[in-house]
């Protein structure tokens, strides 16, 4: 057996979903692990690059300056539907397979620097340090300033873009950080929306929950749970509501009884319940993150009326949205990205063109507009 | 048991081929027990193949420089394992020998997350002393124990002090936290955060190719160097019925170093800073009462 063959049975395929396309990326990761790949966790772990979704101009640049970012040999397709998927995963893997091209564009971040594009965003999704100030270091990139961090330090801050392309992390979503060490200290929020005007097709809650949920178990650690509430969630999607129940019960089981994982998740992203309520956002969003686990896991998925988050008046994911610069600012990294991770995983499905974000999301920052 | 005794460095390279066969091993049963036996070897093919990256303004030296450590220091902490009455260099001072190079770690996996010129593989870094801040110490307790029993800081003399009851039986406090760090050291299970999902990969965010690959082999090497060093300190080296020393070594070390990776999968992540509360309240004096308690009984 030759190396690329050897090779093509464990791939890292990055999945850049277009906000309100969660089937198309169901599909595609039941696609990658029919043929036992992965999901990548960042551009240079990945060999592929899927966009699931028909994604706006702002997205596809995005999108475009990562595959470039992709170490080589690679591939690249984009699936629109879901029955896409499957087929576009083998269109990629046919030029990963292909013959390797000469490395001409191992360096093209410093030619990206030498274009002086300040609204390029290739590192999005990477986090690097992409940023638009006045002054320039080595290399073209900015320096660090310094300002006070939550505790009133003189801290280094640096301001990086977080998403779009993060694993378990809102399609389409941009956090502009300023980061003091680990800690945000202050965040602007953009969405890159999907191209054209479509309602999102409404999605199965189960499925939602079960998305959710493996969302939260990977980034706390227990991939295993997470594995099994991703088997929950493709069950679900093909119909098998019965079956899906038993990976989903273990993942009921250790959620709640597993005692080191509420001591790590006890006490973070605590969203209040009177901002949940003057908000009118879903009650189930109010808590921290492992009694937001706790509500996602609670019921069996096969229920007809969606238990979590629960009723909410229309337009609550974009009055969210427009909350999360207050909700982030003086948490840590691995907190914000709890709390996101706990969040519905459609949260920024109803985005498209058309849409604006609410009046309290700061300007962009990484634009330099 | 048979006396241990060094072969001298000329040897050295035969013990890179032992450890590099130990990991792929370790490696491979882990795969097929997560499912597949084939994923380290996937892999592998897969990072040969690929690219190596470069990121704008990165300190290559240093980062480059780090990623090559990782093996290099898991070769390092081997060569005072004895496998059987044979150690590759007999130090006398064996045990502060390992103790000094998993300090060395916290410069690799620092430098690594500096060098990429990547504020979420620096955050990987950060998160990675953090955690190391609050092993440490009970790590520095846990290995005086058994020297302490066996009156020398000579790994070997720590072996035949064995001879009879191995120290983990009446060094439980002491095994547990070692293992605990060896995990932390390797950046895996409850201490994986420095590389984490939430960072991108944190530590190893940028990094492809060969650098992936070394860091990530190295850190599998460095859990089974670690786990040999635990097998000669607590698990009583080459002891055992039937098969030769050498090879009681081996086995111990490879059953270590799995249960280790598996023990490590069923804990989710341990936030640095409330691992830290119970590292120096409730580990560091249980560590200390061990201590307290293997003195006592060496005097008497």
């Known amino acids: 057996m030759d190396l690329t063959q050897l090779a093509g049975r464990r791939l890292h395929v990055l999945v850049a979903e277009v906000p309100g396309a969660l089937p198309v990326r169901w599909a595609a990761e039941s696609a990658l692990a029919d043929r036992g790949w992965v999901v990548a966790s960042s551009v240079a772990d990945a060999d592929l690059l899927l966009v ?145 005007r479509r309602a999102p097709a409404p999605l199965d809650p189960g499925a939602l929950r079960a998305e959710t949920a493996t969302r939260l178990l990977e980034l706390a650690g227990r991939a295993d749970r997470a594995a099994d509430a991703r088997a929950a969630r493709t069950l679900v999607l093909a119909g098998d509501v019965s079956g899906a129940q038993r990976p989903w019960s273990r993942v009921q089981r250790t959620v709640r009884r597993s005692r080191p994982l509420a001591w790590s998740l006890r006490g973070l992203g605590r969203l209040d319940p009177v901002l949940v309520a003057d908000h009118r956002l879903p009650a189930g969003l109010a808590g921290d993150v492992h009694q937001r686990l706790l509500g996602v896991v609670d019921d069996r998925l096969d229920d007809a009326a969606p238990g979590w988050p629960g009723a909410a008046t229309p337009g609550w994911r974009s009055r969210l949205l427009g909350l999360l610069p207050d909700l982030v600012a003086g948490r840590e990294l691995a907190e914000v990205r709890l709390l996101l991770a706990g969040l519905p995983a459609d949260l920024t499905a109803d985005a498209t063109a058309d849409t604006t974000m609410d009046a309290t999301a700061p300007t962009r920052e990484v634009s330099g507009g | 048991m048979a006396e241990v005794g060094p072969v001298g460095l000329v040897w050295v390279p035969v013990l890179a081929v032992v450890l590099a066969a130990l990991t792929a091993v370790t490696a491979t049963v882990d795969g097929a027990l ?251 004096p249980a560590v200390l009462v061990q201590l307290l308690v293997v003195a006592v009984v060496v005097v008497v």
């Open chain 2, 34 to 284: 997560t499912g597949r036996a084939d994923r380290p070897w996937a892999e592998l093919a897969r990072l040969l193949r690929q690219q190596r990256r470069t990121t704008l303004a990165a300190d290559t030296l240093l980062g480059r420089g780090a990623v090559v450590l990782a093996p290099v220091i898991a070769l390092l902490m081997a060569a005072v394992v004895p496998l059987g009455s044979w150690t590759v260099s007999d130090l006398s001072v064996g045990v502060v020998w390992f103790n000094a190079l998993d300090v060395v770690l916290w410069a690799v996996f620092w430098l690594a997350g500096w060098g990429t010129n990547s504020a979420l593989s620096l955050v990987g870094g950060y998160r990675f002393l953090a955690q190391a801040l609050a092993y440490e110490l009970p790590l520095m307790f846990a290995l005086t124990a058994p020297a302490i029993a066996a009156g020398s800081l000579r790994v070997g003399d720590v072996v035949s002090a064995q001879h009879g009851l191995w120290f983990v039986v009446w060094m439980p406090v002491a095994f547990g936290v070692f293992c605990l760090a060896v995990l932390g050291f390797t950046a895996r299970g409850p201490f994986a955060a420095p590389a984490g999902r939430d960072l991108a990969g944190g530590l190893t965010a940028e990094l492809s190719g060969v650098d992936r690959l070394l860091l990530s082999a190295g850190r599998w090497a460095l859990l089974v160097a670690a786990a040999g060093f635990g097998v000669s300190l607590f698990l009583g080296g080459g002891a055992g019925p039937l098969l030769p020393g050498w090879a009681w070594v081996l086995v111990k070390t490879v059953v270590l170093a799995v249960a280790l990776a598996a023990a490590g999968r069923r804990v989710p992540l341990l936030r640095a800073e409330r691992f830290t509360e119970v590292a120096w309240l409730v580990l560091l």
């Open chain 1, 52 to 196: 699931c979704g028909a994604p706006g101009p702002e997205l596809t640049s995005v999108v475009r300056g990562s595959l470039d970012l992709l170490p080589l040999p690679r591939g690249t397709a984009a699936a629109a539907t879901p029955g896409d998927a499957a087929d576009a995963l083998d269109r990629a893997v046919a030029q990963w397979r292909g013959p390797v091209p000469p490395a001409a564009d191992v360096h093209q971040q410093d030619a990206r620097a030498d274009d002086g594009d300040p609204g390029d965003e290739d590192d999005d999704d990477d986090g690097g340090m992409d940023m638009d100030m006045d002054m320039t270091g080595p290399g073209g990139i900015p320096l660090a300033s310094g300002a006070e961090d939550r505790d009133g330090l003189e801290m280094d801050v640096l301001h990086v873009p977080l998403g779009p392309l993060l694993p378990g992390w809102p399609a389409g979503l941009v956090l502009t950080c300023t980061l003091a060490g680990d800690v945000v200290t202050g965040a602007g929020v953009e969405v890159l929306p999907a191209a054209g």
